[in-house]
């Protein structure tokens, strides 16, 4: 019955005659409890196994990666992502850091400066 949504627990209990057990949180506030909760969670599951699904960031990215020249109604197609979503992420490139089976992964673009180096080094190498 709707009347009786914000009775206290305990008067439900009487007059219905069942047990409503309080929330057992030993006696912790929610916010204390969840705490612990979630450093535990960590604990036994270190790589995210409970995280849930991936977002749709990385296959629209992956795509154009692999369709350069692809349009968004392409990809909706190939990869059956909803429309919106495909806009969504559409230019949007992910992380460059990444946590992925027990692994952290960094995107790195490397400088010029660097990228002269490397071919100075293997230009020197061939000629040797």
């Known amino acids: 019955n709707e009347d ?5 627990r ?9 047990t409503m057990p309080v929330n057992k949180r030993n006696w912790r506030k929610q916010e204390d409890h969840l705490r612990r909760a979630r450093a535990v969670q960590l604990v036994d599951y270190p790589n995210y196994e409970w995280a849930g699904r991936p977002t749709a960031q990385a296959r629209v990215y ?30 949007c490139p992910p ?25 100075d080094a293997l230009h020197d190498g061939v000629q040797e």
Do not use: M
């Open 4 to 8: 009786y949504v914000t009775f206290p």
């Open 10 to 18: 305990d008067d439900i209990a009487k007059l219905s005659g069942l």
């Open 62 to 91: 992956e795509w154009r990666q692999e369709h350069p020249e692809g349009r968004k109604a392409d990809c909706h197609r190939e990869t059956g992502l909803d429309p919106k979503t495909v806009r969504k992420w559409w230019d």
């Open 95 to 119: 992380s460059a850091v990444r946590f992925e089976n027990g692994h952290i992964t960094v995107r790195v673009s490397p400088s010029q400066e660097l990228s002269d180096w490397l071919l």
